[in-house]
Every structure is written in C-alpha cells, then in structure tokens.
C-alpha cells in the first residue's frame, strides 16, 4: 500500500512541476526547452522521493503511524518539487512554501480531531524541530551575511515542522555533509569556484531522504 501510494507521488510530482512552468514563466505556451527541463529533473527527484519513501515505509513496517507517513509523504513531495525550481532558478518560491505550510496545519488538525493523543506529542516535537531550525538556519544566515538564502531558512523551517525532532538533526546534518563534499570535489575538479552560488534546497532534500531511514 505504501509503495502504490509513494508511486502515485512521483505522478504528482511530474504533473504538478509540469502545471507549474506556465504559471512560474506567466505564459499560456511555455516553450518546449522549459517544460523539458522541468519534465527531466522532475521526474529524477519525483523518483528518489518515491522510491525512499517506500522503501522507508516497507522496511520500518509498523514503525510508521498514519500521520507519520503523511507527513513525510507531504514533505518529500513537496521538497522534490522544490528542487526543480532551486536549480532551474535558485529560488524556492513562497507560494509553494505557503501551500506546505497550510498543508501540515490542516493535516495536523485533522488528526488531532481523530487520533488526538499520539498526534499531539507529535505537535511538540514538531515545533521543537521549527525552533530548532530557526535557531540554527538564522543564526547562519545573519553570519554568513545573507548568503544563506531566505528561503532555505523558510524550507528548513517548514522541514522541521514535517520531520520533527527525531528526523531534523539528522537531515540537516547529512544536508551539510553533501554540500560541503559537492564542494570540494568541485572546487578540486575546477568545476566551480568559491564564488559559484549552489543552490542549498538539493542538499536537504538529500537530507530529507537519509532521515527517512532513521528508527524513531
């Protein structure tokens, strides 16, 4: 069941990015270069989510309540789709950080209304894992004099929200990791330079993905 519903994901993600690029560009036609950007790096991260997360969902069998797994469903979605446009762009659009935000306050209702217990000492460790990530992701982004962009100091946020205490350390940590290790093999291979601006939201998502795997 979990590995049909994160496949269904994956058809999310392509329609959704694909829907997306006309209304991203403010055109009724985007071109054909566009949309087959979006279709070919859409489709590689609607893959790695899905496949993650049912992978995640069949190996900790039983591990994983209901909310939980819609939440990490919600996330990993959303972040896949967040990629695309980081890459294409650099930027992590508002709008779909809103509707995610949204999303987790209205999924969260819900299930405090039906399953009231377990989902609230969920809500603790959520808003433990937002502050966690505005601690950490502001403090940067003051220090680094704002190259740290904004929206990663809102995405992480928003991760915090959606994985929560138990996962959050985890996926901003092995984010990190691989950024640093992008990096330097980068700047070792003459790829890019120290002032080559990468975008950060890949790197979580890489992140987010690995915290799939951790026993909670």
Excluded at 33 to 41: A, D, I, M, N
Excluded at 54 to 74: E, M, P, S, T, W
Excluded at 85 to 95: A, I, R, V
Excluded at 192 to 203: A, D, N, Q, S
């Amino acid at each position: 069941m979990y590995i049909v519903i994160a496949a269904v994901a994956a058809i999310l993600i392509f329609i959704t990015v694909n829907i997306s690029a006309s209304l991203y560009y403010k055109t009724e036609n985007p071109s054909w270069k566009q949309l087959l950007f979006h279709s070919r790096v859409s489709v590689i991260f609607a893959a790695i989510a899905a496949v993650a997360l049912g992978a995640a969902a069949v190996i900790q069998h039983g591990k994983i309540g209901n909310y939980d797994f819609f939440r990490l469903f919600v996330i990993t979605t959303g972040m896949a789709l967040l990629c695309v446009t980081d890459m294409k762009e650099k930027k992590l659009p508002n709008k779909i950080l809103g509707i995610l935000l949204v999303i987790w306050l209205v999924m969260t209702s819900i299930f405090i209304i039906t399953d009231f217990q377990p989902t609230i000492s969920k809500v603790g460790t959520a808003l433990f894992g937002c502050f966690f990530c505005l601690l950490t992701f502001g403090i940067t982004y003051i220090i680094s004099k704002k190259s740290l962009g904004g929206g990663d100091v809102k995405l992480s946020m928003l991760m915090g929200l959606y994985l929560g205490s138990e996962r959050i350390v985890a996926a901003v940590l092995y984010g990190a990791v691989f950024s640093a290790l992008f990096s330097l093999i980068g700047l070792l291979a003459k790829k890019i330079t120290k002032k080559t601006e990468l975008p950060f939201g890949p790197f979580l998502f890489a992140g987010t993905v690995i915290s799939l795997f951790i026993f909670v």
